[in-house]
């Protein structure tokens, strides 16, 4: 077990391995970052957690972006949801955090570019639910250019 500890943002580069987890809110995605927290760890590794959203784009002529507020919301809930899963996993390992607009599969691959590893939860919503995995862990098992972890089913 880590030692005890906080939350902590980092801020700049060492020779940790670096982990890339994706991140929504999603059951699938708690699963996901939980793993990416015992394994920074066991191997002193920092985690970068990644949150991606789209605002639904809009229909006809009308303004574009999410509205205001929206982006601040999105940031807490991501850091509540940060320190209730990797601090009472993993105390101690340092996580950055980032929210960023985009296809969740493109944002991953691109902040996973010079990862040492790309963690992502599936939820398989197919027609045999539980057989396959989610498009976006499929698109980013066949595009990464690191190695992926996708964590799935029940703990």
Known sequence: MCPAGSLV???SHSTSPLIVVGIDGSAESVRALRWAARYACASHGKIRAILAWQYPPPIGPAPTGAPAGVTREIGQR???LLAETVVAGAAG??????VC????????????????????????HAPVSGMFLG?????CVTHSRCPVVVVRGRQ
Request: charged residues 15%.
């Open 9 to 11: 943002v980092v801020t």
């Open 78 to 80: 991501m850091r509540d």
């Open 93 to 98: 390992v340092p996580v950055e955090q980032q």
């Open 101 to 124: 607009p985009g296809h969740p599969a493109q944002v991953l691959l691109e902040q996973a570019r010079h990862a040492d590893l790309l963690v992502v939860g599936a939820r398989g």
């Open 135 to 139: 498009s976006v862990s499929v698109h």
